[in-house]
């Protein structure tokens, strides 16, 4: 390289120099950058407990900055398999539903047998749940949710997630009927009675247990008999008329019934103000709070003077709170102090 230089000006030589100044210095910041974000070798409590601080006052990103960091250092402890789960936690509350998703699996994979991988399951049932979107939007996640709330029953039946699971199950059938009955209403509109039917019947054989079977059955009447199939019109009234007497879409059934010359076998019976898929005001996630914390095994106490790894072994951790207590969390989860410890 020397050689190469002979007969070159000083000017060469001068913007060589400062070349390898300004990477040197570059070098040196990098390198100072990565010091400063790194963390230095310390206990395991006390990384879990600063990353459970973090938490504390909903600091999500450094939690998992500080869980990340249990994991790496002590990779074999029972502290790092708590950091696993509380790292899923921590991301779920930040609305990083992939991230969250990818640790409850991790998780999952890691310690099938454990006591905490129901609220594993449950966590990741929970995000999906959570980016449903409105019924005029595609609905994969609420396809996902509704495989993942089935998953969190089947597994664990008795738990209180599952009873969680069964009642957003139902929310989610309901977001799946109101689906359907949204396309059906839009091939109505544009004449294509045939494809509408196709998505009513639908409603009334997966979902017949939603708020929206009186009115799928109604739109059902209206398009037989709009296609003159009289008999077929019939069959469905008669279906609407017996499970759903008092509601408003059979009143409606009977009026157009009877002004074809078309008379009900059902009398309509006076309206008990039934719930309609039009009078939610509320999404789903909203109507029903978020995720609880995780369980008392997933979640040691916050500072290393109230409880060391000798004295805060798995086995001997706290019980679980019971459902009463599960189901008023997710009110009080905003509030400073809800942690379980």
Known sequence: MLANLRGRSPAVFALLASTVLLSGCALLHRHKHDADTTYAESPVDQLYAAGAAKLDRHQWSDGVSYFKEVERQHPYSEWSRRSIMMEAFAHYEANQYDEAISDANRFIELYPGNASTAYAYYLKAECYFEQILDVGRDQA????????????????????????????????????????????????????????????????????????????????????????????AKR?????????????????????????????????KPSHGLFHRAARAVSLKSAHGSAPP????????????????????????????????????????????????
């Not at 409606?252 to 076998?265: E, H, I, N, Q, S």
């Not at 290393?304 to 969390?329: E, F, K, V, W």
């Open 141 to 232: 996640a609420t396809e996902q949710a509704l495989a993942a709330m089935r998953e969190v029953e089947r597994r664990y039946p008795k738990s209180e997630y599952a009873t969680d699971a069964r009642l957003k199950i139902d929310m989610i059938n309901d977001q799946l009927a109101g689906k359907e009955m949204t396309v059906g209403r839009w091939y109505l509109r544009e004449g294509d009675t045939l494809a509408a039917i196709g998505r009513f019947k639908v409603v009334v054989e997966r979902y017949q247990t939603t708020s929206d079977a009186p009115e799928a059955l109604y739109r059902l009447v209206e398009a037989y008999l709009t296609l003159g199939l009289v008999e077929e």
């Open 294 to 341: 995780p369980p008392s095994d997933a979640a040691a106490a916050a500072t290393p003077d109230q409880a060391t790894p000798a004295q805060a072994a798995p086995d001997q951790a706290t019980p679980a709170p019971d459902a009463a207590t599960t189901q008023a969390q997710p009110a009080q989860k905003k509030k400073k102090g809800w942690w379980p410890w």
């Open 236 to 268: 469905d009234a008669a279906v609407l008329g017996y499970n759903f007497p008092g509601d408003v879409w059979y009143a409606d059934a009977y009026k157009l019934m009877t002004a074809k010359g078309l008379r009900p076998a059902v009398e309509p």
